[in-house]
């Protein structure tokens, strides 16, 4: 990494590491549903915790999170680890969260992934019923060397196992493209590196759609090796002083809820209003906004036109809540609960469905994603 990578936090950083520090304490609301001892946090390339303009990263963003709810405090177990930058983090973090703070005491490691046998055998450890700490990996390596699909595609056979995938999508294009790092290379792409190198329309598209056909061969991947259900959600970085895209931030689920958790919170900090039909990513641009405010909540005309369409396609004809159809339909699509608010209202006020509510309550909003707001397109 580079050593003045921690100098200054760029917005585009501060996006990655609040998305996922909005994400864990709502993913930890699901996952008690069902009674658990506790809840683990894994960051494997944690850094120190902080920038030198004293900024949070992920690691103290996070526990700042944690720390003001009194069950999360109980519940929560951090497990840190960071070759280089492990008793950096220990010291800023005690610093603010005191020994005491959490009930489960967190941990603070210095080995590198890859490389470590108790890191990969604890990954890919056999799932056990129940899973007695169900937990989120933030893997986060600062490019893409040390990424190992079937060993992270076993993490997430255990019950409540989630990953959010921080991966440098530059090299790994660099990398396909001029046939290096070949052994790299089949780590991440275990079944289809090869047949991606020869696939004409990976070698003949733009950028823009290489990019997506190597994304769409990591989701592949990932449920081949998972063998199940999996929902897969990617955000996307652009770069600061270019169009190139740089990085993306990719969320794995085998649950419904937590694929619609991940899909509202990444709604939230798309500045762009991503056309998510065509490209299929919530993205974040920082010339597009004032580094003052990272995020609007504008997605644009295109998603609610493409998502309005298809919503009368499917049930034309149909009567039911607005919560069943978001149920049945943003599952295979990466359509948040905005859009179908949005979609739904639109279509509303276009006459094209009418909406009344069961519960007697006069309702400022035509439409509310809820078992009583009652939708018939007759």
């Known amino acids: ?23 864990f304490p709502q993913y930890c609301k699901i996952i008690l549903k069902k009674p658990q001892p506790k809840i683990i946090y894994l960051d494997l390339f944690s850094g120190p915790g902080k920038y030198q303009d004293e900024n949070y990263s992920t690691p103290l963003l996070l526990a700042t999170s944690c720390a003001s709810n009194p069950i999360l405090k ?15 983090l220990k010291s800023n ?11 489960y005491e967190p941990k603070f490691g210095n080995k590198i992934v890859g490389e470590d046998d108790k890191i990969t ?21 600062y490019g893409w060397k040390t990424i190992d699909t079937i060993v992270l595609a076993k993490f997430l056979a255990n019950w409540g196992n989630e990953i959010f995938l921080f991966v440098n999508i530059k090299r790994i294009n660099q990398s396909i493209e001029v046939g290096k790092f070949d052994d790299m290379m089949r780590s991440l792409f275990p079944t289809t590196i090869e047949e991606l190198r020869r696939n004409r329309k990976y070698n003949s598209a733009t950028v823009h759609e290489r990019l997506s056909l190597i994304m769409d061969n990591l989701a592949t991947e990932f449920k081949k090796a998972v063998n199940g259900n999996l929902f897969t959600c990617a955000f996307k970085f ?7 895209t740089s990085h993306f931030i990719i969320h794995f689920t085998k649950h419904p809820k937590g694929y619609e958790l991940v899909k509202q919170i990444y709604g939230e900090y798309d500045n762009i209003g991503a056309n998510l039909e065509k490209d299929g990513s919530y993205t974040f ?3 597009k906004t004032d580094r003052a ?5 504008d997605f ?15 049930f034309s004809g149909k009567k039911l809540s607005a919560k069943s159809l978001f149920d049945q339909h943003h599952v295979g699509n990466n359509w948040g609960p905005k859009h179908y608010v949005d979609a739904l209202r639109d279509l509303h006020k276009r006459e094209k469905v009418k909406a009344t509510y069961t519960d007697k309550i006069d309702h400022k909003m035509a439409v509310l994603l809820t078992d009583q707001c009652i939708l018939d397109f007759n």
């Open 121 to 141: 055998n604890y990954l890919s450890k056999p799932p056990i019923t129940p899973n007695p700490a169900p937990t989120l990996l933030f893997f986060d390596p």
């Open 238 to 244: 652009q770069e600061e002083d270019s169009q190139a």
């Open 300 to 314: 644009g005309n295109p998603n609610i036109e493409a998502l309005s369409k298809q919503i009368l396609q499917e």
């Open 93 to 103: 973090f005690f610093q603010i969260f005191p020994v005491g703070t959490f009930a």
């Open 285 to 287: 641009d920082v010339k």
């Open 1 to 23: 990494m580079e050593k003045d990578f921690f100098e200054a936090q760029t917005a585009s950083s501060k996006i990655k590491a609040t998305i996922v520090a909005q994400y």
């Open 293 to 297: 405010n990272y995020a609007t909540l």
């Open 74 to 88: 109980q519940k929560v177990h951090f497990l840190f680890n960071d070759m280089e930058y492990s008793d950096e």
